[in-house]
């Protein structure tokens, strides 16, 4: 028998649901069937771009669409939280955009009612997916630099001061740290767990969310991860896990790494190279589909307690940057 496609739903219609539906559109065994907007001839506009045979005027109405499996929940960041809750109530699995939620609290509340209704839920962190990294888990699990010392990542660019952005406004969840530092921070969760440990400090944008932020994180084993955030410079976005007996490096963008390179004591440097096709999206998208046809409410190389771990990370470097 033929699997059939899964079908997806795109809650909001801005550029970063635009990159997921381009690359969606390039897998044989998924649908995207409808797309829902706050206003009607925006939703439309956006399925006539996509050839997507269904747009709702409303969160709500998409969330009742009866042909949607999952839905992407594609808003800024403020809005993640109530839009996932909606699409929960109607029994719609999700598949939410980083960072979750704002907080551990709202994040706390949408998993709490993910597994209370027994439906799929992810926060998506396509990096956690593409080939580079799961090689790099690979290598990690068999030893190939010993024990883990330390992480370096970091992530900036210099964005245009618009206090009505979605990056500098509060309201919508503004700040280096929740649009661009969840990203190294992710890095450091897979690899080393939750940090004991939580010192940051940086600079504030005028309307008070983080412009440019260091992050320091211990752990009990006695590693470390120096990693970085910002919106004020450009930063050379690469990583590197130190271990005990080599290193491994992410080339930059190392949230999108094509490469990765094994530095072994006393052996040279090999590197590995991986395609990307598209955007670099389609690998969430097939873990969503093998953990729902899996019968799975979670994926267990993205779980939601460790989304809600990464959360608390955030509000702890969030709250140091603000004293």
Not at 4 to 10: A, T
Not at 142 to 156: K, N
Not at 235 to 258: N, V, Y
Not at 292 to 302: D, F, I, N, Q, W
Request: net charge negative.
């Amino acid at each position: 028998m033929t699997t059939p496609p899964l079908r997806w739903g795109i809650l909001g219609t801005g550029a970063i649901a635009r990159s997921f539906t381009a690359d969606l559109l390039t897998l044989d065994d998924h649908r995207v069937v409808a797309v829902g907007s706050r206003a009607a001839d925006t939703a439309q506009a956006f399925a006539d771009a996509h050839g997507i045979p269904r747009a709702h005027g409303s969160y709500q109405a998409l969330a009742e669409d009866a042909e949607v499996d999952v839905v992407y929940v594609a808003t800024p960041h403020s809005g993640h939280a109530a839009a996932a809750l909606t699409c929960i109530a109607a029994g719609r699995g999700v598949l939410v955009e980083k960072p979750l939620t704002i907080d551990a609290a709202s994040a706390t509340e949408v998993v709490d009612a993910a597994r209370s209704a027994g439906v799929f839920c992810m926060e998506a962190m396509w990096t956690r997916f593409n080939p580079a990294i799961v090689r790099l888990r690979e290598l990690l699990a068999d030893g190939a630099i010993g024990d883990v010392v330390s992480i370096q990542a970091d992530f900036g660019f210099a964005a245009p001061y618009d206090p009505a952005s979605r990056l500098y406004a509060p309201e919508l969840g503004g700040g280096a740290l929740l649009d661009l530092g969840v990203y190294p921070i992710s890095l450091a969760s897979m690899i080393l767990g939750e940090p004991s440990t939580v010192l940051a400090a940086g600079g504030l944008a005028p309307t008070g969310v983080d412009a440019n932020t260091g992050i320091l994180l211990g752990y009990e084993s006695g590693a470390v991860a120096v990693l970085h955030c910002s919106l004020r410079g450009e930063t050379p976005m690469r990583a590197t896990i130190a271990g005990t007996t080599g290193r491994i490096e992410l080339p930059a963008p190392f949230f999108r790494a094509d490469a990765l390179t094994l530095h072994r004591s006393g052996a040279e440097p090999v590197t590995e190279v991986f395609t990307l096709p598209g955007l670099g999206y389609t690998f969430q998208a097939e873990e969503v589909a093998r953990c729902v046809r899996a019968g799975l409410t979670e994926s267990p190389l993205m779980t939601l307690d460790e989304t809600l771990s990464i959360m608390r990370t955030l509000d702890q470097a969030r709250a140091a940057v603000a004293r």
